[in-house]
């Protein structure tokens, strides 16, 4: 018998010449209301950045794709991120990306790399300073790991065909945790669609807002740092070094330009700041790095381990 839904994928494919007609008329439409952006999950494993740049080209198509490069289980080094921003810049240069480490579909990073509290920070710093727009995904602000959810309580038709070997995507799915002080964590009055996972209760977000050295007002202050800067917003990608422990790049528009350092090793780094004159902007969560000096290029810097730097040009 024919399954009329293998034929359906096949004629509505990513890569037919008529979606861009289609995508057009939609953005002509979205034009009419400015504040509604449009993001494109186009991603496929053979051509996912070419169709990025086929789908958000020029101004009159999506105004950004989603991008998948960082949401698998390979751990991005600092020469893993430098590798897809530039391929990005060469098979996209017209494009915009949208950039995420966590979603509804995959574990959380936190525990899928494995990171640390400092870990988590600098990769919060480093997602909020490459070029594009930024997903976060909720409980991400809050450093929450992958929730264990039995098998009883699971709802993904994924978790339970295949349990144990694959526990399916409820565990980065459980419900935010709002307050530590009930059993639902403030979520609601009776018990959600998937439970509440216990060991989040302490990442509440009530809790967190009282401590100023919490993950929550880390993520806050880091946005605020951003929004600062329009290069950091809008601006071009410049790479300057990466190797196994740091990655460097610049984020220039017009005459603004903001320099980014970041040490995603538990060792100390080196750094060097490209020509020209540089001054330290110490306004983000992260403290200054030894060997400042006078700011002037050329200079090298250690940057102690999972730190992350920050200086503007001065003409």
């Known amino acids: ?18 979606n861009l007609a289609f995508l057009r008329r939609v953005r002509a439409l979205m034009d009419e ?20 740049a086929e789908y958000t080209a020029g101004n009159d198509l999506l105004h950004m794709c989603y991008g998948f490069d960082f949401l698998s289980g390979e751990f991005p080094t600092p020469e893993r991120v ?16 949208c950039w995420a480490f966590s979603n509804h579909d995959v574990v959380r990073h936190a525990s899928r790399w494995g990171l640390g509290d400092e870990g988590l920070r600098v990769y919060a710093a480093l997602l909020l300073s490459l070029k594009g727009s930024v997903c976060l995904y909720q409980g991400e602000e809050l450093g929450l790991t992958e929730a ?5 309580d699971l709802q993904d038709p994924y ?28 979520f609601s009055d009776t018990a959600p669609w ?3 996972a216990v060991e989040h209760l302490t990442h509440a977000a009530a809790n967190q807002v009282r401590d100023e050295s919490s993950m929550l007002n880390f993520y806050g202050e880091m946005i605020a740092f951003r929004r600062g800067y329009a290069a950091l917003a809008k601006g071009g990608f410049e790479l300057v070094a990466a190797d196994e422990k740091a990655l460097s790049f610049i984020r220039r528009l017009g005459d603004e330009a903001v320099f980014c350092a970041f040490n995603l090793s538990a060792e100390a780094a080196e750094i060097t700041l490209p020509e020209g ?12 790095p030894e060997g400042l000096g006078d700011g002037i290029g050329g200079t090298r810097l250690t940057l102690a381990p999972w730190q992350a730097f920050f200086a503007q040009e001065r003409g």
């Open 82 to 97: 430098a590798e897809v921003m530039q391929r990005f810049e060469a098979v996209a240069p017209e494009s915009w990306a």
């Open 33 to 52: 209301y400015p504040a509604a952006p449009s993001v494109g999950e186009v991603g496929e494993a053979q051509r996912g950045m070419e169709i990025q």
């Open 159 to 186: 978790g339970k065909r295949f349990w144990p070997k694959f526990r399916g995507r409820d565990g980065c799915r459980t419900p935010m945790p709002w307050v530590a002080d009930n059993q639902y964590g403030g």
């Open 1 to 18: 018998a024919v399954n009329p839904y293998n034929f359906q994928n096949h004629l509505y494919a990513k890569n037919r010449p008529e």
């Open 148 to 152: 264990y959810v039995s098998f009883e």
């Open 194 to 196: 998937l439970p509440m």
């Open 277 to 288: 004159t540089w001054q330290a902007d110490l306004g983000t969560p992260f403290g200054g």
